[in-house]
């Protein structure tokens, strides 16, 4: 019950940090989830027992299998060579260098110590060193590198890790043996992320040629295909299981356009199935970190050995030396391209080179790492500065991401925020927002616009389908239009006409409340109703008008005469709910004419006012004229089908699948007459469309 309680938790607050970082987007959502950790861990007291395999395999071999799949393919393959070789060279000479640069600052730590150290420190978050693209424009094939680079360093950097790790415990450390060691875990890891990979396409091809096409398994099974990979590397054949589920990443990615490999949709909900679970995963990652940092923090803190602001400047020194050995590498590889391959045209620059310096952040695989690191040597002895290798760790972590979000806004004025695998679910949101700049730039209409025209030509179909016996179908789906279409008039207004169209609301409302409260009385009058039908009537045009109320309409409370104070909204919810328990069917039938006579009254009340002498209907906006109309009028449709035994529900529901039907069909002529008439650019236009595809499909899978 405890895990299960734990991952609740984890996972609100991952929901929370989304909604903080809509409104705060200066700060990277990875950085809001490190600092609501901490604040769980000091304030709460809340804890988690960190244990390295578990965390791999829960967290990281999946994040890195989805890192694999979604790395372009011919990048990936043009640039296999200079790849490989910084993710190989890169971390071994950053361990190297920075491992004798740690023992230079801290000679009580042993060199074996200082290479680990580094050597965990070296692999980068490979999503923010994407985002850098968007960001300052980091030339292609620098990007790339970087990239690729920052995919399969997790690799090179934790087995660097184990043998640096190993020989402090041990005191022993051969380098034949770590050379053949390193070799035989990264090939073995290789061919078993490929041959695995492979086999489970193979299956799922057989499945399919005998006509096996549950959906549902298929999804399943590419779920846990990297669990199952690293743990047949890892504890099978003692490999590289980092490796291995990289590699299955990218064979996967490789056979994603393959015929017969995957209907589109299997497709379709394999991608959305793992946007969640990476969404997910990345939250509770950087929240488990912020967790943590108490643990790794607490011993320098409090204790006596270490001066905490020593041990800080230290860790700020470790971060400046990683990043001048990141910058000179990523200079030279520049230079070399340029002046020697001749495979780049752009002169190397400084500035581009600390540019992607800057964005290698730190996270998942250094948190794991470092958390791994045992207590005690072989011979029962305290492992040498444990607490500081901690302490350093977690320090550089949060300087990096802190570092990139002020230092990049500064080298490149305008620059978004800093996305790393936390970002992972904002990233199409983010894609989209670019897209409207250059469809602005090129004279386009904006995405909101399109959709409010596109929203528009669906009613008018919808409308123009409207017969006596599909009132009620046409009315409810229309309503469900305008609420789309209401939300997106308000978030394209300004605040003085979403301020101006709110009153305009009220108005009207206010005009039809009074109108059918008029038509109630005249029914109470004329004893058509009882006295409960009655109180139940006027109770709910009374909460109506207190929604109103809550949600802000300029003057209203102040100029109307009702509105009840907590105890005499007790007195009503008490009243209530005795009425409710005793409804008789007499009273459900009165309540159901109130409904038909009251908003028709509604609507007559609307009209009559709206034709007055002394008012101009032009001052009001037709929209919300034609929402407030549809929405009595689907309530009264809704009504006359509960009075009427014949009424068949069966017949209803096939009206409304028939009618949203003709309204996507119209949907789609709507965004052919907005590319041919380029109002839109393509990539727009199949945009739309992609969303009425969404919506179908939905509407397909309800029925």
């Given at each position: 019950?405890v895990?299960?309680?734990?991952?609740?938790?984890?996972?609100?607050?991952?929901?929370?940090?989304?909604?903080?970082?809509?409104?705060?987007?200066?700060?990277?959502?990875?950085?809001?989830?490190?600092?609501?950790?901490?604040?769980?861990?000091?304030?709460?007291?809340?804890?988690?027992?960190?244990?390295?395999?578990?965390?791999?395999?829960?967290?990281?071999?999946?994040?890195?299998?989805?890192?694999?799949?979604?790395?372009?393919?011919?990048?990936?393959?043009?640039?296999?060579?200079?790849?490989?070789?910084?993710?190989?060279?890169?971390?071994?000479?950053?361990?190297?260098?920075?491992?004798y640069?740690?023992?230079?600052?801290?000679?009580?730590?042993?060199?074996?110590a200082c290479?680990?150290?580094?050597?965990?420190?070296?692999?980068?978050?490979?999503?923010a060193?994407?985002?850098?693209?968007?960001?300052?424009?980091?030339?292609?094939?620098?990007?790339?590198?970087?990239?690729?680079?920052?995919?399969?360093?997790?690799?090179?950097?934790?087995?660097?890790?184990?043998?640096?790790?190993?020989?402090?415990?041990?005191?022993?450390?051969?380098?034949?043996?770590?050379?053949?060691?390193?070799?035989?875990t990264?090939?073995?890891?290789?061919?078993?992320?490929?041959?695995?990979?492979?086999?489970?396409?193979?299956?799922?091809?057989?499945?399919?040629?005998?006509?096996?096409?549950?959906?549902?398994?298929?999804?399943?099974?590419?779920?846990?295909?990297?669990?199952?990979?690293?743990?047949?590397?890892?504890?099978?054949?003692?490999?590289?299981?980092?490796?291995?589920?990289?590699?299955?990443?990218?064979?996967?990615?490789?056979?994603?356009?393959?015929?017969?490999?995957?209907?589109?949709?299997?497709?379709?909900?394999?991608?959305?199935?793992?946007?969640?679970?990476?969404?997910?995963?990345?939250?509770?990652?950087?929240?488990?970190?912020?967790?943590?940092?108490?643990?790794?923090?607490?011993?320098?803190?409090?204790?006596?050995?270490?001066?905490?602001?020593?041990?800080?400047?230290?860790?700020?020194?470790?971060w400046?030396?990683?990043?001048?050995?990141?910058?000179?590498?990523?200079?030279?590889?520049?230079?070399?391209?340029?002046?020697?391959?001749?495979?780049?045209?752009?002169?190397?620059?400084?500035?581009?080179?600390?540019?992607?310096?800057?964005?290698?952040?730190?996270?998942?695989?250094?948190?794991?790492?470092?958390?791994?690191?045992?207590?005690?040597?072989?011979?029962?002895?305290?492992?040498?500065?444990?607490?500081?290798?901690?302490?350093?760790?977690?320090?550089?972590?949060?300087?990096?991401?802190?570092?990139?979000?002020?230092?990049?806004?500064?080298?490149?004025?305008?620059?978004?925020?800093?996305?790393?695998?936390?970002?992972?679910?904002?990233?199409?949101?983010?894609?989209?927002?670019t897209?409207?700049?250059?469809?602005?730039?090129?004279g386009?209409?904006?995405?909101?616009?399109?959709?409010?025209?596109?929203?528009?030509?669906?009613?008018?179909?919808?409308?123009?389908?409207?017969?006596?016996?599909?009132?009620?179908?046409v009315?409810?789906?229309?309503?469900?239009?305008?609420?789309?279409?209401?939300?997106?008039?308000?978030?394209?207004?300004?605040?003085?006409?979403?301020?101006k169209?709110?009153?305009?609301?009220?108005?009207?409302?206010?005009?039809?409340?009074?109108?059918?409260r008029?038509?109630?009385?005249?029914?109470?009058?004329?004893?058509?109703?009882?006295?409960?039908?009655?109180?139940?009537?006027?109770?709910?045009?009374?909460?109506?008008?207190?929604?109103?109320?809550?949600?802000?309409?300029?003057?209203?409370?102040?100029?109307?005469?009702?509105?009840?104070?907590?105890?005499?909204?007790?007195?009503?919810?008490?009243?209530?709910?005795?009425?409710?328990?005793?409804?008789?069917?007499?009273?459900?039938?009165?309540?159901?004419?109130?409904?038909?006579?009251?908003?028709?009254?509604?609507?007559?009340?609307?009209?009559?006012?709206?034709?007055?002498?002394?008012i101009?209907?032009?001052?009001?906006?037709?929209?919300?004229?034609?929402f407030?109309?549809?929405?009595?009028?689907?309530?009264?449709?809704?009504?006359?089908?509960?009075?009427?035994?014949?009424?068949?529900?069966?017949?209803?529901?096939?009206?409304?699948?028939?009618?949203?039907?003709?309204?996507?069909?119209?949907?789609?002529?709507?965004?052919?007459?907005?590319?041919?008439?380029?109002?839109?650019?393509?990539?727009?236009?199949?945009?739309?469309?992609?969303?009425?595809?969404?919506?179908?499909?939905?509407?397909?899978?309800?029925?």
């Amino acid at each position: 019950m405890v895990i299960v309680e734990a991952v609740i938790t984890l996972i609100v607050l991952v929901l929370l940090s989304s909604i903080i970082s809509h409104y705060v987007t200066k700060i990277p959502v990875s950085l809001i989830q490190i600092l609501l950790g901490l604040g769980l861990a000091l304030f709460f007291k809340f804890k988690i027992d960190l244990n390295t395999d578990w965390f791999l395999l829960l967290f990281i071999a999946p994040l890195l299998f989805n890192d694999g799949r979604d790395f372009p393919k011919r990048e990936l393959w043009e640039l296999r060579g200079p790849i490989f070789e910084n993710a190989i060279w890169l971390v071994f000479i950053t361990t190297i260098i920075g491992g004798y640069f740690v023992n230079w600052l801290v000679p009580s730590m042993p060199l074996a110590a200082c290479f680990a150290l580094i050597a965990i420190l070296s692999p980068t978050d490979p999503i923010a060193v994407q985002s850098i693209s968007k960001r300052v424009h980091l030339p292609s094939n620098i990007l790339h590198l970087v990239s690729g680079e920052s995919l399969i360093n997790d690799a090179s950097g934790l087995i660097a890790f184990k043998y640096a790790i190993a020989a402090v415990v041990t005191g022993y450390f051969s380098l034949k043996n770590a050379a053949v060691d390193f070799v035989y875990t990264a090939l073995v890891g290789l061919i078993i992320g490929i041959v695995g990979m492979s086999l489970i396409i193979v299956l799922r091809n057989l499945l399919l040629k005998v006509h096996f096409n549950d959906v549902i398994f298929n999804v399943v099974l590419h779920i846990l295909t990297p669990f199952i990979i690293y743990v047949i590397a890892e504890d099978a054949l003692h490999a590289s299981g980092v490796i291995a589920v990289v590699a299955a990443g990218i064979i996967d990615h490789l056979q994603t356009n393959v015929a017969n490999t995957k209907s589109p949709e299997v497709n379709l909900l394999t991608n959305r199935t793992w946007d969640v679970i990476v969404y997910c995963l990345n939250g509770i990652v950087f929240l488990i970190l912020g967790i943590e940092l108490p643990v790794a923090t607490r011993v320098v803190i409090n204790g006596s050995e270490y001066r905490t602001l020593a041990s800080f400047g230290i860790a700020f020194a470790v971060w400046v030396a990683l990043l001048v050995i990141r910058v000179v590498w990523i200079l030279g590889y520049e230079l070399f391209s340029y002046y020697v391959t001749k495979r780049s045209n752009r002169k190397p620059s400084l500035s581009v080179a600390l540019l992607a310096g800057i964005s290698g952040v730190r996270g998942a695989i250094t948190m794991a790492g470092i958390f791994s690191v045992p207590a005690l040597l072989s011979d029962g002895k305290a492992f040498p500065d444990r607490s500081l290798m901690l302490f350093i760790a977690a320090m550089v972590i949060v300087i990096s991401l802190v570092a990139a979000t002020i230092i990049l806004p500064i080298i490149s004025p305008g620059a978004s925020p800093l996305e790393t695998r936390a970002s992972l679910i904002d990233k199409d949101e983010d894609d989209d927002e670019t897209e409207d700049e250059k469809d602005e730039q090129a004279g386009y209409v904006s995405e909101d616009d399109a959709r409010i025209f596109i929203i528009k030509s669906a009613i008018a179909s919808l409308e123009n389908n409207k017969t006596n016996d599909n009132e009620r179908a046409v009315y409810d789906t229309v309503l469900d239009y305008q609420v789309e279409l209401r939300n997106l008039l308000r978030k394209t207004r300004d605040d003085s006409a979403e301020s101006k169209s709110l009153n305009e609301e009220l108005s009207l409302r206010r005009v039809a409340l009074e109108g059918k409260r008029d038509a109630i009385k005249e029914l109470y009058r004329e004893k058509q109703i009882s006295k409960d039908t009655y109180w139940i009537a006027n109770r709910r045009i009374n909460r109506e008008e207190r929604r109103m109320f809550a949600n802000g309409y300029d003057g209203y409370k102040k100029n109307h005469w009702y509105y009840p104070g907590w105890f005499s909204s007790i007195l009503h919810s008490i009243k209530s709910w005795q009425v409710s328990e005793s409804e008789s069917k007499k009273t459900k039938s009165e309540l159901r004419l109130v409904t038909v006579v009251g908003d028709q009254a509604a609507i007559d009340a609307i009209s009559d006012f709206l034709s007055r002498s002394d008012i101009n209907e032009q001052d009001f906006d037709s929209q919300i004229i034609h929402f407030i109309i549809t929405f009595y009028q689907s309530q009264i449709e809704r009504a006359h089908s509960y009075n009427d035994p014949d009424e068949d529900d069966e017949e209803y529901e096939y009206q409304l699948l028939r009618l949203r039907s003709i309204a996507l069909e119209a949907e789609r002529r709507a965004v052919e007459r907005l590319i041919n008439n380029r109002k839109v650019s393509h990539a727009m236009g199949l945009h739309l469309r992609q969303n009425i595809n969404y919506k179908e499909t939905l509407m397909l899978s309800d029925n």
